[in-house]
């Protein structure tokens, strides 16, 4: 009995962690799309667009690989919030670099469902993820 006490344990600080890494997934995603061009709810929803949902579910993904390293390596809840907002600028500039020096056409192209933007996306935006997620281990 003790040991599934002392698993559980954590189990508040988990809750708290959790809930609130949904609360900033929830922030990216309203702010990823102010940041945009385009409005990838309805180009993947209504539009079954295809571009849209690869590059969309990279930058989802390169910012909860950001989130997870800061919820390894942040000392407290502020600590944690504070560095989940620095992962939703490192995303967003992320777009930022791929719209107006690689591809300055991205935003036309993934509108034309151009499955290779959406992909070359998804690439920058897990790319800068994996780089974000190891500069959070100080």
Request: proline share 1%.
């Amino acid at each position: 009995m003790d040991a599934v006490l002392t698993s559980i344990a954590g189990l508040t600080n988990f809750a708290l962690y959790f809930a609130l890494s949904i609360g900033l997934l929830f922030l990216f995603k309203i702010i990823y799309a102010f940041v945009t061009p385009h409005d990838e709810w309805a180009l993947v929803k209504v539009h079954k667009n295809q571009a849209a949902a690869i590059g969309f579910g990279g930058a989802i993904i390169g910012f909860s690989i950001a989130l997870a390293g800061a919820v390894s390596n942040s000392q407290s809840l502020v600590d944690f919030i504070v560095w989940g907002i620095v992962a939703i600028i490192a995303q967003s500039l992320a777009f930022g670099l791929l719209r107006f020096t690689f591809m300055p056409k991205i935003a036309e192209r993934i509108d034309k469902n151009e499955v290779s933007a959406g992909t070359m996306l998804a690439a920058m935006s897990v790319s800068v993820g994996l780089i974000n997620a190891a500069c959070m281990t100080y």
